[in-house]
């Protein structure tokens, strides 16, 4: 059975950081390309960033200087550094990851089959 968890959420004040981790289990091979989303309340579920088998990288473009993606060698941990946190970055982040063969990352959440259950990141004013 796949999974994927999060870890690394919390409470931080405007301006701090925090980096997201995923760790995947199950796949062989890993993941082809894996994401990063984020619900807030009432809102819908949104592409942050992503980075597909080949490295290749793609990001919301509101985030784009301030999030970074990575993986370790295994390309079963996902990592998120998040860096001047707002207010409005708060939500649940979700871990995303398509095993099936493809060279595109992606911001779609239709293209991703796999979820894990989300950790909450809360940014204060």
């Known amino acids: 059975q796949v999974q994927l968890v999060e870890s690394g959420g919390g409470s931080v004040q405007t301006g701090g950081s925090l980096r997201l981790s995923c760790a995947a289990s199950g796949y062989t091979p890993s993941p082809y390309r894996m994401a990063w989303f984020r619900q807030a309340p009432g809102k819908e579920r949104e592409g942050v960033a992503a980075?597909?088998?080949?490295?290749?990288?793609a990001y919301k473009d509101s985030e784009k200087s301030r999030f970074t993606i990575s993986q370790d060698n295994t390309k079963n941990n996902l990592f998120q550094q998040m860096n001047r946190l707002k207010p409005e970055d708060s939500a649940m982040y979700y871990c995303a990851a398509d095993s099936r063969y493809n060279n595109y990352e992606s911001l779609q959440a239709l293209e991703y089959p796999d979820w894990g259950q989300g950790i909450k990141v809360t940014v204060s004013s």
């Open positions: 980075i597909g088998r080949t490295g290749m990288q």
